[in-house]
T-cell receptor, first 113, second 114 residues
């Protein structure tokens, strides 16, 4: 049973470009979560999604960031007009419906130059 | 805003020693999870505790959830170099849709020297 998959593992973007991070949850998992880990800081919750539905986006910056989990395909975290402060590791986690345990992917390391 | 304070932040010990990592909060959590993270990888779930006073054992690791569900501890017996890593606690507030919003502690970096 494959785990949570994220791609790309490493992404380099210039200031002002767009970054698209993808996450495929574990088989049978319908809930997806995105977290950000800034250098020297802990993991911070960003958004919680179910298929075609955003459940909680209280951790998402108000501008430039968006997330979706379509009926078909992976969940996407999109960052428009990236700035240097967006450089971080972005982790996706998934869980089955009703479960508290979250299983994490290997992360995408975003570097903004 | 719920916060989790983890201590110590750094721990450097010799192989064979015992250690305890603490995770404390002023807030009540419906469940608490412990993860271990290696450099360049995502956190790996070790255990989930949900009942106040609950104790769970995973080989040489013992996890305890406080009676009031505000704190937790991780105890490692006879540490080995393979235990080296970043240990994270994460709490779920529970209730409605918020249970998916984990709050993480800052982590404890454990180094076990041979």
């Amino acid at each position: 049973n494959a785990g949570v998959m994220q791609n790309p593992r490493h992404l380099v973007r210039r200031r002002g470009q767009e970054a698209r991070l993808r996450c495929s949850p574990m088989k049978g998992h319908s809930h997806v979560y995105w977290y950000r880990q800034l250098p020297e800081e802990g993991l911070k919750f960003m958004v919680y999604l179910q298929k075609e539905n955003i459940i909680d986006e209280s951790g998402m910056p108000k501008e430039r960031f968006s997330a979706e989990f379509p009926k078909e395909g992976p969940s996407i975290l999109r960052i428009q007009q990236v700035v240097r402060g967006d450089s971080a590791a972005y982790f996706c986690a998934s869980s089955p419906r009703g479960a508290v345990e979250q299983y994490f992917g290997p992360g995408t390391r975003l570097t903004v130059t | 805003t719920q916060l989790l304070e983890q201590s110590p932040q750094f721990l450097s010990i010799q192989e064979g020693e015992n250690l305890t990592v603490y995770c404390n909060s002023s807030s009540v959590f419906s469940s608490l999870q412990w993860y271990r993270q290696e450099p360049g990888e995502g956190p790996v779930l070790l255990v989930t505790v949900v009942t106040g006073g609950e104790v769970k054992k995973l080989k040489r690791l013992t996890f305890q959830f406080g009676d009031a569900r505000k704190d937790s501890s991780l105890h490692i017996t006879a540490a080995q170099p393979g235990d080296t890593g970043l240990y994270l606690c994460a709490g779920s507030p529970g209730g409605g849709t918020s249970y998916g919003k984990l709050t993480f502690g800052q982590g404890t970096i454990l180094t076990v020297h041979p």
